[in-house]
């Protein structure tokens, strides 16, 4: 669900996911390892402020993601 919504983020916005990893100040590979396992809580704060969203939207599932 997070790797998707980054995803979606990525694309509207036209930045690659290794660009924005940096912007956030996550590893190389980070995000995309959101596929196969759980992110640490500091990183999805770190992701949420990045985007522009609280915390709690990133972890809210919709549908239009």
Do not use: H
Request: aromatic letters at 8%; charged letters at 25%.
């Amino acid at each position: 669900m997070f790797y998707k919504k980054v995803e979606a983020y990525c694309k509207r916005n036209n930045i690659a996911i290794s660009v924005f990893e940096k912007k956030c100040g996550l590893g190389n590979g980070t995000i995309s390892g959101w596929t196969s396992s759980n992110p640490r809580i500091d990183s999805l704060e770190k992701v949420a402020v990045e985007m522009g969203i609280t915390l709690a939207e990133l972890l809210t599932s919709d549908q239009d993601t």
